[in-house]
């Protein structure tokens, strides 16, 4: 059973920062890529970051490019999003997301099996 605990999430003005983090089980952290997606009110779910199991490959959704940045500290078996220069439209729930495939941690993630609680984060203008 892969096991996945999200935290960070909260409410931020526009133009501050916030730092999601998920823990994984220590054998899902080694064996997986990890990723993050989101999904706002009456939108379709949307990757917005993954990080290979090497921590050599990294995407960016293209609305979150500069401004957020994916890391994996093997140590402590835990996957970051650190998200600066929020603004309302990045208010959502954020999900964290573990896959075997890298390709399935980008798009809408449909075949990404394993995920976290999510966490709200809420920008305000």
């Known amino acids: 059973q892969v096991q996945l605990v999200e935290s960070g999430g909260g409410l931020v003005q526009a133009g501050g920062s916030l730092r999601l983090s998920c823990a994984a089980s220590?054998?899902?952290?080694?064996?997986?890529?990890m990723g993050w997606f989101r999904q706002a009110p009456g939108k379709e779910r949307e990757s917005v970051a993954a990080?290979?199991?090497?921590?050599?490959?990294?995407y960016y959704g293209d609305s979150v490019k500069g401004r957020f940045t994916i890391s994996r500290d093997t140590a402590k078996n835990t996957v970051h999003l650190q998200m600066n220069s929020l603004k309302p439209e990045d208010t959502a729930v954020y999900y964290c997301?573990?896959?075997?495939?890298?390709?399935?941690?980008?798009?809408?993630?449909?075949?990404?099996?394993?995920w976290g609680q999510g966490t709200q984060v809420t920008v305000s203008s």
């Open positions: 997301a573990a896959s075997q495939a890298m390709i399935f941690l980008r798009g809408p993630g449909s075949q990404v099996r394993y």
């Open positions: 220590e054998r899902t952290f080694s064996r997986y890529h």
């Open positions: 990080i290979s199991m090497s921590g050599g490959i990294i």
